[in-house]
């Protein structure tokens, strides 16, 4: 499979889970039970496997569905993206990048 088709996937994947978390369809599976959530310890698979753990600001922008470097320069600089500032690089973890995801859910 292509790097865009991966990344297709990927941003299709992050919508309907988006469009599934706003519903509060989420809240309710969770509520029932009727799925198991990973411990803390377990290896989650899934939402940007194919990353690295710790990555710069190429990988951010790819991460968010291939915005500017500019804009995603911004969103480190502001404290939207939690991140590391190592010399003049930017370095965030993927937590801190899906953390931001689902703290921007409109």
Same mark, same amino acid.
Request: glycine letters at 8%.
């Given at each position: ?8 996937? #990927?941003?299709?994947?992050? +919508? /309907?889970?988006?469009? +599934? ?22 290896? /989650?698979?899934? %939402? ?11 990988? #951010?922008?790819? %991460? ?15 404290? /939207? #993206? ?25």
């Amino acid at each position: 499979m292509s790097n865009s088709n991966v990344l297709k996937s #990927i941003i299709l994947t992050l +919508r /309907q889970a988006f469009n +599934r978390f706003l519903s509060g369809e989420w809240v309710e599976i969770i509520n029932c039970n009727t799925i198991d959530l990973p411990s803390d310890n377990e290896e /989650q698979p899934g %939402m940007f496997a194919d990353y690295p753990d710790v990555g710069g600001v190429t990988e #951010i922008c790819s %991460m968010l569905g291939g915005i500017s470097k500019k804009l995603a320069r911004r969103l480190l600089s502001n404290g /939207q #993206i939690e991140h590391l500032l190592i010399g003049r690089e930017f370095k965030s973890t993927k937590e801190d990048v899906i953390a931001y995801i689902y703290n921007n859910k409109k």
